[in-house]
């Protein structure tokens, strides 16, 4: 089909700005004039009508849309445009200026950015080497295809049109660590489908058109050939990567940015700078007897002897003597008790190692996470701190209270910011909690996550590097386990085989704990020989026994157990949680997934296509 003249083109686009833009215009003087009914129906009208004018050009250009990449984004950058004015319409209930500027500039410069990188891979893969040569192809490929084009537009649509969805009326720290959670899982979840639909239709389109014989018939190598799709892949997913990245920090740093927001508080602010976008370090906290928690131990496991000499031992024998499981539980007892403040009474937390926080960090963060052990009358706890031995101020209490009084609701978590001034020359920090409840109630943190100390050592902005970082190597590594599948499967079977192992990644931690649990099985402490060992011997006692379903569910488990042990897990290299919650993605968390990811899995699943695909009769050669 022929590409249309330059006039039709500057007709058709002309009319949408004119339509958009006059109609924006004309709602915003309306307006200005307390007319906000007239205001909207003139919007709306006018967006209507661009609609109708938009799905004629989609469908007299239909067949051009998917034949030139380069035309198609151009249409699509502006499609784009049209349909973020129309949910800003539903949205906001009116042309809000501040709101559209913001997301449709926003949606025009992340296309325009993809544009320019797909520009420079071209530029960049210009060179006659084989493997380029494909690769430049493969990225070629990638704007023609329905399946990736559609949901690269859906992620550009997305990003910009997120802040829209969340409540205004939430605190600001709130809607920040929203929005970078669900820009994190949309991207990821939108560049995961991409790769796969595209990583898998390149090879299967081309072995089913027979287009690979041309390929394959020239000197290429069979290796070079799926090296070069994967490096067209993973170029396109490091433009998109790069773009989306620019994107989620110029959007989250322009919510925090809203003054009039912040303004409402000024600890909601400093919660935001300090808390959310930044990089920070967890402290646990250590006791501060000379004895610590091994003197603790030592005490609680003389105590016991004393009462159960047949369980614990004899006093004053050697603890190496104890069983591990009788050895862990008393563990447990002494954390459980040090992390439990009594009614009436208090516990002093030390933090230690308060070191490297840079210059201008105003502040550390305390987060706790009390959790009532008894019936409290209105489920609050209430307890007050005292840092350094002097009593500390809440500064959100209510007018008319005691303004030394905390006052959480149980089993939820808390920050409260405390002056950096109050860190000693040794790094170190004494809080003390004291627990004043109405009736009996203890007060207890759960030692894995129930009181820490944060503070600040790196930058949100390299934060949000390391974590995209991350993001491209999980989507790096689908992209190779949907060549290696491609070389012996169909589209549908490749694209099932690599969806079943993206989710089996994403959900690694919830399904090995689900086996765990899932049928008797020999215990972990045991040597490996003999849990492998005492596999048969259990099912065969409990077939002996007839119990065949409890057999049959051992089978499960140690297949299950099997195929899992064979998937890694995304979610040890999962950036979003840490990012959103302002946490250090550290540089050994990315140098890991470098590792087993970009190196190891990568690696094994290449070697994996390539022996498949070589022993794979393409073409019988006839002399």
Not at 164 to 176: A, C
Not at 185 to 196: E, G, N, V
Not at 529 to 546: H, K, N, S
Not at 562 to 567: D, E, H, M, R, T
């Amino acid at each position: 089909m022929a590409i249309p003249s330059r006039t039709t083109q500057f007709g058709f686009f002309g009319t949408l700005g004119v339509l958009v833009i006059g109609g924006m215009l004309i709602a915003l003087f309306l307006r200005a004039q307390d007319q906000a009914t007239a205001a909207n129906i003139v919007f709306g009208t006018a967006v209507g009508l661009a609609a109708v004018v938009l799905a004629w050009g989609a469908y007299a250009w239909r067949e051009m849309l998917f034949s030139s990449g380069l035309l198609s984004l151009y249409l699509v950058k502006y499609a784009v445009i049209l349909v973020v004015s129309v949910f800003i319409a539903l949205v906001s209930g009116g042309p809000d200026l501040e709101v559209i500027i913001r997301t449709v500039v926003g949606t025009y410069a992340m296309a325009t950015l993809f544009l320019l990188g797909l520009f420079l891979i071209r530029l960049v893969f210009r060179a006659g080497h084989p493997i380029i040569g494909i690769a430049r192809t493969t990225v070629d490929e990638a704007v023609r295809m329905k399946a990736p084009l559609v949901i690269i537009v859906l992620l550009i649509l997305l990003l910009p049109m997120l802040p829209l969805f969340i409540p205004q009326e939430d605190q600001l720290r709130y809607r920040i660590q929203t929005f970078l959670t669900w820009s994190m899982l949309i991207t990821s979840l939108c560049l995961s489908l991409m790769t796969i639909f595209l990583a898998v239709g390149t090879v299967t389109s081309e072995i089913h058109k027979r287009q690979i014989f041309l390929t394959l018939t020239k000197p290429v190598g069979r290796a070079q050939y799926l090296a070069g799709k994967w490096i067209g892949i993973a170029s396109l997913n490091a433009v998109l990567i790069v773009v989306s990245g620019l994107g989620i920090y110029a959007f989250a740093t322009s919510l925090a940015a809203q003054k009039d927001v912040a303004a409402r508080s000024g600890y909601d602010y400093l919660a935001v700078e300090e808390g959310v976008l930044a990089a920070r370090q967890a402290v646990k906290p250590v006791p501060t007897g000379e004895t610590g928690l091994a003197g603790l131990f030592n005490q609680r496991l003389e105590r016991l002897r004393r009462d159960e000499p047949a369980t614990y031992g004899q006093p004053g024998s050697p603890v190496a003597a104890l069983p591990d499981d009788v050895r862990n539980s008393v563990q447990q007892q002494v954390l459980q008790l040090w992390y439990t403040v009594p009614p009436q009474n208090r516990t002093v937390y030390r933090f230690t190692g308060l070191v490297g926080i840079p210059e201008g960090v105003q502040s550390v963060q305390l987060r706790v996470k009390p959790k009532l052990t008894g019936s409290s009358p209105d489920g609050f706890a209430r307890f007050a701190l005292r840092v350094n031995d002097t009593p500390f101020p809440n500064e959100l209490a209510p007018p008319g209270t005691d303004p030394f009084a905390f006052k959480f609701a149980d089993n939820k978590h808390y920050t409260i910011p405390i002056s950096t001034r109050a860190i000693n020359e040794r790094g170190e920090i004494d809080i003390e909690v004291f627990n004043f409840p109405p009736d009996q109630s203890s007060l207890s943190f759960n030692p894995k996550d129930g009181i820490e100390l944060l503070y600040r050592v790196d930058s949100f902005e390299m934060n949000l590097v390391r974590s995209m970082a991350i993001l491209w190597l999980r989507v790096a590594l689908l992209a190779m386990i949907g060549i290696a599948a491609s070389t012996f499967l169909g589209f549908p079977v490749a694209c099932l085989a690599t969806l079943l192992f993206y989710m089996a990644a994403a959900g690694h931690g919830y399904i090995a704990e689900s086996i765990s649990s899932y049928g008797a099985f020999p215990r972990a402490e045991l040597p490996v020989l003999e849990r492998i060992v005492g596999i048969p011997t259990t099912i065969i006692d409990q077939w002996a026994e007839g119990k065949y379903w409890d057999g049959f569910k051992v089978l499960i488990r140690m297949t299950g157990s099997g195929f899992i042990a064979l998937i890694p897990s995304f979610a040890e290299y999962n950036p979003t949680p840490l990012l959103a919650d302002g946490r250090l993605v550290s540089w050994s968390l990315l140098g890991r997934a470098s590792l087993w990811i970009g190196l190891i899995w990568t690696g094994l699943m290449a070697v994996v296509g390539y022996l498949l695909f070589r022993a794979r009769e393409i073409a019988r050669v006839i002399v």
